[in-house]
């Protein structure tokens, strides 16, 4: 299979499992690909499914799980070095707090802010954990995820697959009191290299200063923040 041996036995088999698992297996596919013995895939499976680094599709099939992509995406340094002073400058330039989210599983977390110095604030601590049905930021980490990853929180979601549709028509996203009572937020996507969307960012008021369609207001400065700081 042209893997890397490390001489670490265990990890080794590891690896090939995980390898053998990128367009789903089930336990016979795993042992044909990956040559070892049915005990050891399924033992090597299970503990890797326990770890999140697989998980079992509606067919019982294994693919790779959620923990794989929060290791490769845990807050890159690069970004958010760049973000902190874009999201100052955003938050000049609109008056509203500014804040960088990115997803965790079904939930956001915010990992920059730039508050407003004085009047009504909407705070959004750094740390903060939001969920990924709710708000403009959740509609951007959403919008370009493949639909078996987005199907799965509609049901939940205050936002519909049509609200999605237009996010990614017209690249940005807004909610009024979606998240919260009085709120209103607009967000954009942050892209990596290849194009991905990797983090939303946003700005957040109170409604009576946003209005009820603050894209019209705000998502020029929201969007071209968000290009600055794709493809770092």
């Given at each position: 299979?042209?893997?890397?041996?490390?001489?670490?036995?265990?990890?080794?088999?590891?690896?090939?499992?995980?390898?053998?698992?990128?367009?789903?297996?089930?336990?016979?596919?795993?042992?044909?690909?990956?040559?070892?013995?049915?005990?050891?895939?399924?033992?090597?499976?299970?503990a890797l499914e326990t770890h999140r680094m697989l998980v079992r599709d509606n067919h019982g099939?294994?693919?790779?799980?959620?923990?794989?992509?929060?290791?490769?995406?845990?807050?890159?340094?690069?970004?958010?070095?760049?973000?902190?002073?874009?999201?100052?400058?955003?938050?000049?330039?609109?008056?509203?707090?500014?804040?960088?989210?990115?997803?965790?599983?079904?939930?956001?977390?915010?990992?920059?802010?730039?508050?407003?110095?004085?009047?009504?604030?909407?705070?959004?601590?750094?740390?903060?954990?939001?969920?990924?049905?709710?708000?403009?930021?959740?509609?951007?980490?959403?919008?370009?995820?493949?639909?078996?990853?987005?199907?799965?929180?509609?049901?939940?979601?205050?936002?519909?697959?049509?609200?999605?549709?237009?996010?990614?028509?017209?690249?940005?996203?807004?909610?009024?009191?979606?998240?919260?009572?009085?709120?209103?937020?607009?967000?954009?996507?942050?892209?990596?290299?290849?194009?991905?969307v990797i983090a939303a960012i946003s700005v957040s008021g109170p409604i009576e200063r946003m209005?009820r369609r603050p894209g019209d207001r705000h998502a020029m400065a929201v969007v071209r923040a968000?290009?600055?700081?794709?493809?770092?």
């Amino acid at each position: 299979m042209g893997h890397s041996i490390s001489g670490v036995g265990v990890l080794d088999k590891a690896v090939v499992i995980l390898a053998a698992c990128v367009d789903g297996a089930s336990l016979a596919e795993l042992v044909e690909r990956t040559k070892l013995p049915r005990a050891t895939a399924h033992r090597l499976a299970q503990a890797l499914e326990t770890h999140r680094m697989l998980v079992r599709d509606n067919h019982g099939r294994w693919r790779p799980g959620p923990r794989l992509g929060e290791l490769a995406n845990a807050a890159p340094d690069v970004l958010l070095n760049a973000a902190e002073p874009m999201l100052g400058a955003l938050r000049d330039a609109t008056g509203e707090s500014a804040q960088l989210f990115l997803r965790r599983a079904d939930e956001r977390i915010c990992v920059a802010a730039a508050e407003r110095a004085s009047g009504l604030r909407d705070t959004v601590p750094i740390g903060a954990v939001l969920p990924m049905t709710a708000g403009s930021g959740a509609q951007v980490l959403l919008a370009w995820e493949p639909p078996e990853a987005v199907m799965p929180l509609l049901p939940r979601a205050k936002f519909t697959g049509r609200t999605l549709a237009e996010v990614r028509r017209r690249g940005w996203a807004q909610s009024i009191a979606e998240r919260e009572a009085g709120v209103a937020s607009v967000s954009a996507p942050i892209r990596d290299r290849t194009g991905r969307v990797i983090a939303a960012i946003s700005v957040s008021g109170p409604i009576e200063r946003m209005g009820r369609r603050p894209g019209d207001r705000h998502a020029m400065a929201v969007v071209r923040a968000g290009q600055r700081l794709s493809g770092l």
